[in-house]
């Protein structure tokens, strides 16, 4: 069965840096997207990050780009989710999650989560 | 990117039927058949329950369809029961390699 298991949460100073991993199991990895996916404390969802199977490409949203990098390791089955300039406003559960979908010619296709790990909460507080 | 909009909360009797709305723009969900839903328990990571506008995953009950007419999708969770209480989010393809939410919708089972 599908698992993710994601790590590496806890708290930061503003400005300060956290690296996240993910580690995935039941299904052969490097065939999917994956994805990052946050929900501040009493907040909706917020799309972060998704990379190719290969590594090859990342999308990121707008609020993160230059500040987060999302990559993966497909010889461990990990996913991580490098966090540089730390903000309050980063404070979240951050999930793990498979992408369901495909990107090509300036567009993607399908487009969900199917399977989502349990979270890990960053904390950014001085 | 703009979060897609939902009402806050909605609410039905056990066995009724509730539709929960979820508005964009052309430029994600009136634009594109990849609009999905997710159902969250307290403290649980959210689930899946309908993807590409209204294709529903193997395991998911047959109570939750789904639609989309013009800028707007909607989920339908008709037989209401008790485990359905939860926070429901939609979700869409917005262009440029982006993906957006919605702000998410209590459903309460009175």
């Given at each position: 069965q599908v698992q993710l298991v994601e790590s590496g949460g806890g708290l930061v100073k503003p400005g300060g840096s956290l690296r996240l991993s993910c580690a995935a199991s039941g299904?052969?990895?490097?065939d999917y997207y994956m994805s990052w996916i946050r929900q501040a404390p009493g907040k909706g969802l917020e799309w972060v990050s998704n990379i190719r199977g290969s590594g090859s490409t990342i999308f990121s949203a707008d609020s993160v780009k230059g500040r987060f990098t999302i990559s993966r390791d497909n010889a461990k089955n990990s996913l991580y989710l490098q966090m540089n300039s730390l903000r309050p406003g980063d404070t979240a559960v951050y999930y793990c999650a498979r992408f369901r979908g495909f990107c090509t010619g300036g567009t993607c296709y399908s487009n969900y989560f199917d399977y989502w790990g349990q979270g890990t909460l960053v904390t950014v507080s001085s | 990117q703009s979060a897609l909009t939902q009402p806050p909360s909605a609410s039905g009797s056990p066995g009724q039927s509730v539709t929960i709305s979820c508005t964009g723009t052309s430029s994600d969900v009136g634009g594109y058949n990849y609009v999905s839903w997710y159902q969250q328990h307290p403290g649980k990571a959210p689930k899946l329950m309908i993807y590409e506008v209204n294709k529903r995953p193997s395991g998911v009950p047959d109570r939750f369809s789904g639609s989309k007419s013009g800028n707007t999708a909607s989920l339908i969770v008709s037989g209401l029961q008790a485990e359905d209480e939860a926070d429901y989010y939609c979700s869409s393809y917005a262009g440029s390699y982006s993906l957006v939410f919605g702000g998410g919708t209590k459903l309460t089972v009175l």
């Open positions: 299904f052969t990895f490097s | -």
